[in-house]
């Protein structure tokens, strides 16, 4: 049985029993979708960066035509190798002040960089 089928058949005993408990079906519904909401809060809170997919965390991006020749990559300027999680932004200290303040950073690098060539 794969994880997936598995969650699925705990919720819906979970949903069934809480039913039963509660006389609401939506109320038991709720209450099971608070976990994974809690869940994914948790995990966004103690890991608010993923690795950049552009650059594959490396903060360097190849040029498709030619793979020797390479530059800093332009997405993960302002933390190089990562960005953002989604809803990290939203619900933790990276906030939106801190996400214009990478954004800063990242233009500032890039004008740097064009102003070296």
């Not at 994880?3 to 709720?30: C, E, K, M, S």
């Not at 809690?38 to 498709?64: E, L, M, Q």
């Not at 303040?101 to 890039?110: E, F, G, I, P, S």
Request: aromatic share 12%; proline share 5%; with cysteine.
């Amino acid at each position: 049985m794969s994880p997936t089928t598995r969650y699925l058949v705990i919720g819906g005993v979970l949903v069934a029993l809480l039913t039963h408990w509660t006389g609401n079906f939506y109320v038991a519904v709720a209450l099971v979708a608070l976990i994974p909401a809690a869940r994914y809060w948790w995990s966004i809170k103690t890991h608010p960066f993923v690795t950049c997919r552009r650059c594959a965390g490396t903060a360097s991006h190849r040029d498709p035509l030619m793979p020797w020749a390479k530059r800093e990559c332009y997405r993960c300027l302002g933390s190089p190798g990562k960005t953002v999680r989604w809803g990290s932004r939203t619900f933790t200290r990276y906030g939106k002040s801190e996400h214009r303040a990478v954004q800063a950073k990242r233009t500032t690098a890039r004008e740097a960089i064009r102003q070296k060539r």
